[in-house]
């Protein structure tokens, strides 16, 4: 049971985003694990125990995702895996014992160990290409080696009887097991508090942009109150030809209606809030900021796009506090 645990969190990784039905996920590895316990118990015929294997990943696999092409790479490199810790596993507990029960049940446990490595790797190298860890896997990989080291040191003191390898054997399993379990568990609540400090960012941002919204549809209201004053006096210096302060008067109207905290304007609304709550705070710090901001339609509201622009600027703004010039162009 444990290796289709571990199967099903190799499937995980290789469709992450996806959302398969949970249900339907439960539903295949138990089918899985009776199909093949009984075959195992059974028959145990290599190409049977392959074949069953190939299928059950195959059906595991089907739910997440119905890519063919895709699929079949996937049910191919799960299987390459399994095939790849089987022989590993028995290349290291051969020369200890030629056949028999003990080395049926040591490799049984090895092999879950091996994959259980290989899990923790694969997720230590593909967070570290998403430049994303929210929980350290590096020690997880511990406590597999910790268990193979243990078989293999049991495999090789033959005076254990074949009672003490399945009692260690199913300890280690159990024990790995719940490694496993309660790391997943550390993910979820991690991520879960990722994305809430995420909303809380966001919350922010769209708090400060409808203050910003808020106060110019102020300027507005009070222009309009005062429209036929301000055009009346215009009138009145136009008759008098004075047109330099004509013009003086008409920009400051335009002063007066542009607001000192809206310093992006692209359209955008999420663009916009997370442009104008970051450059804002630089502002306060004292970092003299510049724009130049022109979003290509490809990237509006685009989630990713405001995430990695949001890193970025978050960066750009702490390196621009500690400079010396403290000057920032965006």
């Known amino acids: 049971m444990f290796r289709i645990y571990l199967i099903k969190h190799l499937t995980d990784m290789f469709f992450q985003g996806e959302n398969p039905d949970k249900k339907h996920v439960v539903g295949v590895c138990i089918v899985f694990y009776a199909v093949n316990s009984a075959l195992f118990i059974c028959l145990n015929i290599s190409l049977i125990n392959l074949i069953c294997n190939v299928l059950g990943i195959g059906a595991l696999v089907c739910v997440y995702s119905r ?14 895996v399994c095939m790849g810790c089987d022989m590993l596993a028995t290349s290291l507990l051969t020369p200890a014992y030629k056949s028999g029960d003990a080395l049926d049940m040591l490799t049984f446990v090895m092999v879950d160990m091996i994959m259980f490595v290989f899990m923790c790797l694969l997720r230590r190298i593909m967070q570290s290409r998403n430049e994303q860890q929210i929980v350290p896997s590096v020690a997880l990989i511990i406590v597999p080696i910790i268990s ?13 009887i074949s009672g003490d390898f399945i009692a260690v054997g199913l300890g280690l399993l159990c024990i790995n097991f719940l490694v496993l379990y309660l790391y997943n ?16 960012q966001y919350v922010k941002e769209y708090s400060n942009q409808l203050d910003i919204i808020l106060e110019s549809e102020q300027k507005v209201r009070r222009m309009r109150h005062d429209i036929r004053n301000h055009l009346s006096e215009i009138q009145l210096l136009t008759m008098q030809n004075k047109r330099d302060e004509v013009l003086k008067y008409i920009e400051s109207m335009t002063d007066y209606m542009q607001n000192s905290r809206a310093i992006s304007e692209s359209g955008n609304i999420e663009t916009d809030s997370l442009l104008n709550y970051m450059l804002g705070l630089a502002k306060k710090d004292g970092i003299h900021v510049e724009t130049d901001i022109c979003l290509p339609e490809e990237l509006r509201n685009s989630f990713e796009f405001n995430i990695v622009l949001g890193n970025l600027l978050d960066n750009a703004v702490r390196a621009a506090k500690s400079s010396e010039e403290k000057y920032l162009l965006c």
């Open 185 to 200: 568990m550390l993910l979820e609540s991690a991520q879960e508090k990722y994305e809430n400090q995420i909303l809380r």
């Open 148 to 160: 193979i080291c243990i078989l293999l040191y049991m495999a090789y003191m033959k005076h254990y």
């Open 67 to 80: 890519n063919r092409k895709y699929v079949i790479f996937i049910i191919v490199i799960l299987t390459i």
